[in-house]
């Protein structure tokens, strides 16, 4: 890339990304009525979502090597401030462009899950929420390292979060564990079994019904990842 290039993308960038993630700052407020619902199938138009997304466009457009460090600048910078809503905007703005994040770096991306774990214990729900989402797109998108490097945390924050008061975050958590799972194998997931099932009876015997749904999904994708060690569920419901 010319040097004249990069600046003017940097200027662009400089420019546009302040914008999208102050859009991404006008969420509905009201934390009874959040917690009260799924996330949607389809996202609303609405600022938040329309910011969310052109940050996935601006960065695929752009390219990684442009776009991510000006985009975590403004996501550490975010990430330091006592409001919710900054720390909520910054994680789900991150879930946007997991993909774009170089899958050769190792270090880097243990950094980045480094970087989002603390925020799953955080006092309000909706950054537990933000920080699970930011988890799970990590796992998707990085998969193995981050389930080969960073399972020891993530394991125990996601099932954290599965005992959370917020309805909304204890169905997260258990999607969240489907995309952990989706690209893990059953020896690494060996030590984990028993709480894990454990935990996700609990949800499936408490409900309410949304993450019950949840609740079973991860408990199927359980099964599939572990193989013949989804015997011990049976043996296990059935004492």
């Not at 910078?77 to 462009?97: D, G, Q, R």
């Not at 981050?146 to 954290?160: F, G, N, S």
């Not at 799972?181 to 984990?192: I, Q, T, V």
Request: glycine share 6%.
């Amino acid at each position: 890339m010319r040097a004249s290039s990069w600046c003017v993308r940097c200027r662009f960038l400089k420019t546009t990304l302040p914008v999208l993630f102050g859009m991404m700052l006008e969420v509905d407020t009201d934390l009874a009525r959040w917690d009260a619902k799924d996330a949607p199938a389809n996202r609303p138009c609405n600022n938040f979502n329309v910011g969310r997304e052109g940050l996935q466009r601006v960065g695929e457009a752009i390219g990684h090597h442009t776009f991510i460090p000006i985009a975590f600048a403004i996501i550490n910078n975010f990430l330091t401030k006592s409001e919710w809503v900054y720390k909520h905007a910054a994680l789900m703005a991150l879930s946007e462009f997991t993909y774009l994040l170089p899958d050769d770096h190792v270090e880097g991306l243990t950094v980045v899950a480094d970087q989002v774990l603390p925020h799953t214990a955080d006092a309000d729900p909706r950054v537990q929420y933000a920080a699970l989402n930011a988890l799970g797109m990590l796992c998707t998108d990085q998969h193995p390292v981050i389930q080969l490097h960073r399972h020891e945390t993530i394991v125990p924050a996601i099932q954290a979060c599965m005992k959370s008061k917020s309805a909304r975050v204890r169905a997260h958590a258990a999607g969240a564990l489907v995309n952990f799972l989706e690209g893990s194998f059953d020896m690494m997931m060996a030590p984990y079994v028993d709480t894990l099932l454990a935990d996700l009876y609990t949800l499936l015997s408490t409900g309410p019904v949304m993450v019950q749904e949840h609740a079973m999904n991860a408990l199927t994708v359980l099964a599939d990842t572990c193989g013949d060690e989804f015997g011990r569920l049976c043996v296990w419901c059935g004492a």
